[in-house]
C-alpha cells in the first residue's frame, strides 16, 4: 500500500531570499513546511555564505524545474585580495597572503576584460561535482584533492561596482556552471596578490529577478495559508520561454491519456515543445509531431480534474 504524502498539495513556485548561514536545503525546507507543501525542490543550489534569489518549485512546478538548471545567472559579490583560502570564500582557512601591489580601478578593469565572454575555468574543489560517486566537497574536507575537468562558461558582463585599495565589488552574468567564488580567485591571480570572495548575492536566475523575492521571515509572517500561497507564482512562468498551443477538450482527454491529439494548425516544427493550454489552464508540455498534432511530454497531474 502506498504510503499517503503529507501535507498539502500546493503548486508554485516561490521566489526565496535565501538568508545568509543557511544551507539550500535547509531554506528549502523551511520554505515547504511554512506553506505545508507535500513537495518542494530547488533549482540550482547557493552556498550557506551566498544570499539572494532561491526559486523554490512546489508540487506541480518541480516537474519543470530543470528548465532553470540551464539558466543564466546574476551575481553581486565583494572580493577581497591580499589571500587565498582553501574554499575561495571568508568561511574557508587561509592557505596563502599576499601583498596588494598599488592598484587602481583602472588596473581591475584592464584585468577584468581577459575574463568577459567564454573563458575556461576550473571547478574548485569544494563545490557538489562528484567524483567517482562522492561530492568533491567531502573529498577536500578529507584533505584531498582530485583532478577536475576544465569546464567552458561564459562571462556576458562583469561590472565593477566599487573599489578600495585591496578590495572590489563586482556584477557578473555568468552561464549555468559557473563558480564566482573561482571567478574572484583567477581575478586575484591575474592581478598578481591572489583573492577570495567575502559576500556573495545572486540577483536574478533565468526570467526571475529580485523583484518578488520573499525572505522566510517575511514569508512565516502572512497571517495564513491562502496568503502565503498567494505569494507563489503560477507553474507555467517555469516555461514561459517556450511557445504557447491550446487545445480543446477532446485533445486534453486524448493527452491526459497518454494519446497524440489534433490541434489548430501550428508553424510549429516537428520536435518542438510546447506549453499547452486547455479552457485558458495550463495542462503542461507536448511535443508536436506536425503541423496539426501534439503528443503528450510532461503533464500536470491536476489537468486530469
Do not use: W
Not at 88 to 98: L, M, P, Q, Y
Not at 186 to 204: E, K, N, P
Amino acid at each position: 500500500m502506498a504510503r499517503r504524502r503529507r501535507g498539502l498539495p500546493v503548486n508554485g513556485v516561490l521566489l526565496l531570499d535565501k538568508p545568509k548561514g543557511a544551507s539550500s536545503n535547509h531554506a528549502l525546507q523551511r520554505a515547504r513546511r511554512l506553506l505545508q507543501a507535500q513537495k518542494a525542490g530547488h533549482t540550482g543550489t547557493l552556498d550557506p555564505m551566498a544570499t539572494g534569489l532561491l526559486p523554490v518549485c512546489l508540487g506541480e512546478a518541480t516537474k519543470f524545474s530543470a528548465h532553470l538548471l540551464e539558466a543564466d545567472k546574476v551575481y553581486r559579490t565583494r572580493v577581497q585580495l591580499g589571500a587565498v583560502t582553501d574554499t575561495g570564500d571568508a568561511e574557508g582557512e587561509v592557505v596563502e597572503r599576499c601583498d596588494v601591489p598599488p592598484l587602481t580601478a583602472e588596473d581591475v578593469e584592464r584585468v577584468l576584460e581577459r575574463f568577459r565572454g567564454e573563458i575556461d575555468q576550473t571547478p574548485p574543489m569544494y563545490s557538489a561535482l562528484k567524483h567517482q560517486g562522492r561530492k568533491l566537497y567531502e573529498l577536500a574536507r578529507e584533505g584531498k584533492s582530485v583532478e577536475r575537468a576544465v569546464r567552458r562558461v561564459t562571462v556576458y558582463h562583469a561590472r565593477l561596482l566599487a573599489f578600495e585599495s585591496d578590495a572590489f565589488e563586482l556584477e557578473a552574468r555568468v552561464s549555468k556552471g559557473t563558480y564566482i567564488r573561482t571567478l574572484a580567485e583567477d581575478i586575484g591571480r591575474a592581478l598578481g596578490c591572489g583573492a577570495h570572495i567575502t559576500a556573495l548575492r545572486r540577483l536574478a536566475t533565468g526570467p526571475f529577478d529580485s523583484e518578488g523575492m520573499l525572505a522566510l521571515d517575511a514569508l512565516e509572517a502572512l497571517p495564513g495559508q491562502s496568503e502565503r500561497e498567494a505569494a507563489l507564482l503560477p507553474v507555467d512562468v517555469l516555461v514561459a520561454h517556450l511557445p504557447r498551443l491550446d487545445v480543446n477538450e477532446a485533445a486534453r482527454q486524448r493527452l491526459m491519456h497518454g494519446q497524440a491529439a489534433g490541434v489548430e494548425p501550428t508553424a510549429l516544427a516537428p520536435g518542438a515543445t510546447a506549453r499547452l493550454y486547455s479552457d485558458e489552464v495550463f495542462i503542461g508540455l507536448g511535443v508536436v509531431k506536425g503541423p496539426q498534432e501534439v503528443a503528450p511530454k510532461r503533464l500536470l497531474s491536476t489537468a486530469a480534474d
